[in-house]
T-cell receptor, first 115, second 114 residues
Framework: EPEVTQTPSHQVTQMGQEVILRCVPI?????FYWYRQILGQKVEFLVS????????KSEIFDDQFSVERPDGSNFTLKIRSTKLEDSAMYFC?????????????FGPGTRLTVT | AQSVAQPEDQVNVAEGNPLTVKCTYS??????LFWYVQYPNRGLQFLLK??????LVKGSYGFEAEFNKSQTSFHLKKPSALVSDSALYFC????????????FGTGTRLKVLA
């Protein structure tokens, strides 16, 4: 069964550093999402992405965050200058298309630790 | 504002007993409804969804969910709980127009006791 992959599984960085989290969505999927989860609690929407553009974003997704699909497979989340409160699990998800009752396929997550 | 509520942070149930994890939503129209499960240090896995039709939908691992339009609820159920069902469960809602965003509940931790 196809799956979403994410790298790295764990990233440790110092406050103020830039990090890039990588995701490879399922190959024929067109709509992509990033979420974060702090301490195994609620899943917070960050951003959705379609056709090489941000479709929607939350209040969390400020100027420190950016997303990109640099090639036909990778989907990245960049945090320009990390803060302690950015420490969380970050999940990528994808669906085949925007419309329709599609369930999201989630990657295993990247645990980001900011020290 | 559109929202999803999971009123119980934790549900404890004895193995072999039926379980219910509650979810209610406040979303206009007839949204799509989903349940996901998360095991420790893993991503979310899809369990089941409601689109239209029969109010009782069946999903993976013996789980089912009951949709109630008048109460705007979508409770997750299983007739006989297993210890291996212990995990974090999330209800999610996708409006059918205006957005492709999925709105998640805060999660309910299910603990099945042997």
């Amino acid at each position: 069964e196809p799956e979403v992959t994410q790298t790295p599984s764990h990233q440790v960085t110092q406050m103020g550093q830039e990090v890039i989290l990588r995701c490879v969505p399922i190959s024929n999927h067109l709509y992509f999402y990033w979420y974060r989860q702090i301490l195994g609690q609620k899943v917070e929407f960050l951003v959705s992405f379609y056709n090489n553009e941000i479709s929607e974003k939350s209040e969390i997704f400020d100027d420190q965050f950016s997303v990109e699909r640099p090639d036909g497979s990778n989907f990245t989340l960049k945090i320009r200058s990390t803060k302690l409160e950015d420490s969380a699990m970050y999940f990528c998800a994808s669906i085949p298309a925007g419309g329709g009752p599609f369930e999201q396929y989630f990657g295993p997550g990247t645990r980001l630790t900011v020290t | 504002a559109q929202s999803v509520a999971q009123p119980e942070d934790q549900v404890n149930v004895a193995e072999g007993n039926p379980l219910t994890v509650k979810c209610t939503y406040s979303v206009s129209g007839n949204p799509y409804l989903f349940w996901y499960v998360q095991y420790p240090n893993r991503g979310l896995q899809f369990l089941l969804k409601y689109i239209t039709g029969d109010n009782l939908v069946k999903g993976s691992y013996g789980f089912e969910a009951e949709f109630n339009k008048s109460q705007t609820s979508f409770h997750l159920k299983k007739p006989s709980a297993l210890v291996s069902d212990s995990a974090l469960y999330f209800c999610a809602v996708r409006p059918t127009s205006g957005t492709y965003k999925y709105i998640f509940g805060t999660g309910t931790r299910l603990k099945v006791l042997a």
